[in-house]
């Protein structure tokens, strides 16, 4: 008994000496356009910058084009999630010896369908597991094949546990379920006034921006910017992809070119999370009006009232309705075009101081917490 102990005093007090090698398994990392794969690329370099952690990311081969980083192992290893992959998944996992293994669901590379057996085999080579589902249960990729190996869950919206189904929390009963919220990897970007007038000259010719930046998706609802700005007041400022392969993009190009709209839109396509920064810094307004709301989990928003700019989003909880002085946030129920449009009138140009906290050095420190108690 007394031998035990002592080897595991041993053991501990080496891991406190080497530090702990934690692994984020993501199906997309940066330069990938998947927005969970910048939450992990931020969540990883947070976690390496602590200095006792060394940091592994195991993700697709993805965008041939270089990792600016300096701390993080990434491994581009996996040109298919597919069961079919995990005997490279182990040779890997094998290479790098990690104390924990890190899941994030979904991304972009998954396409609906992440390895299903992968958190199993993690478990049977003794590690622990850690998810990270970014949706509901039903959005976010998993199946009951996750619950076969999961030491902790991490989850981002709020109200997550009110909507897992029954069963399923059931499953999760002896099983940490932890909630970290989400941390927007935009910068917080701070411009001289010439910097700012040259890049507002470039964006909109000078005229009041009002911009929207993220994935230009159907639960957007990204058509209704067209109804809410006035085309004779204001410059739409769109940061997305548009294709008019893309039945719903088409869409909105078309809108971009009707008679009234013709050179008040600037298209600027992806953009580096910096140059985003840069826009939210000079925008007017920012504007989600999404079809089914904005929430405390939606990294845009908290993006958009980091930058101190004004922002106009609609929400499904009552009492956020109306406008919020913190954040600079005025917030509609959900399709009334009429509020927002009176809105962006009445607050359009409205700054708040910007905020350049660093959460991601909490959420860091939450992710910690969670892989000590795994650990140790």
Known sequence: ??????????????????????????????????????YTAQLAEAL???????VGVLTGIGADLPIKTTQVNVFRSVSKWRNSSLAKIRRIVLEFQPDVVHIQYPTQAYQGRPPRFLPLLLRLMGLPVVQTW?????????????????DALVYVRPDFKQKIPRWVSKCLFNTPVVYVPNVS????????????????????NGKPVVCFFGFAHINKGLEHI?????????????????????????????????????????????????????????????????????????????????SGAFTLATTQDETLL???????????????????????????????????????????MEHVQIYEQLIR
């Open 226 to 306: 067209f109804s809410i700005a006035d085309p004779a007041k204001h410059h739409l400022v769109l940061i997305c992809d548009l294709s008019d392969q893309d039945p719903y993009q088409a869409n909105i190009l078309n809108l971009a070119n009707q008679t009234e709209w013709i050179g008040r839109v600037t298209v600027t396509g992806f953009q580096t999370s910096q140059r985003v920064g840069e826009i939210l810094a000079v925008a007017d307004s920012v504007v989600f009006p999404f079809p089914n709301g904005a929430g405390e989990w939606n990294t845009s928003l908290k993006a958009s009232e980091a």
């Open 134 to 150: 970014h949706e509901y249960y039903h959005e976010s990729g998993v199946s009951w094949h996750n619950l076969l190996a999961c």
């Open 1 to 38: 008994m007394w031998g035990q102990k002592i080897y595991l005093w041993l053991a501990c007090a080496e891991k406190d000496e080497l530090g702990v090698k934690v692994l984020l398994i993501s199906g997309s990392y940066p330069p990938d356009k998947c927005g969970v794969g910048d």
């Open 322 to 364: 109306g406008y919020h002085e913190n954040t600079n946030t005025y917030f509609a129920g959900c399709g009334q075009i009429t509020d927002m449009r009176n809105a962006l009138n009445k607050y359009l140009g409205r700054r708040n101081k910007a905020n350049t906290e660093n959460a991601w050095e909490k959420s860091a």
């Open 48 to 54: 390496a910058s602590r200095g006792n952690i060394n």
């Open 185 to 204: 990897s935009i910068p917080v970007v701070s411009l001289s006034a010439e910097q700012a007038r040259a890049i507002k000259l470039d964006l909109s």
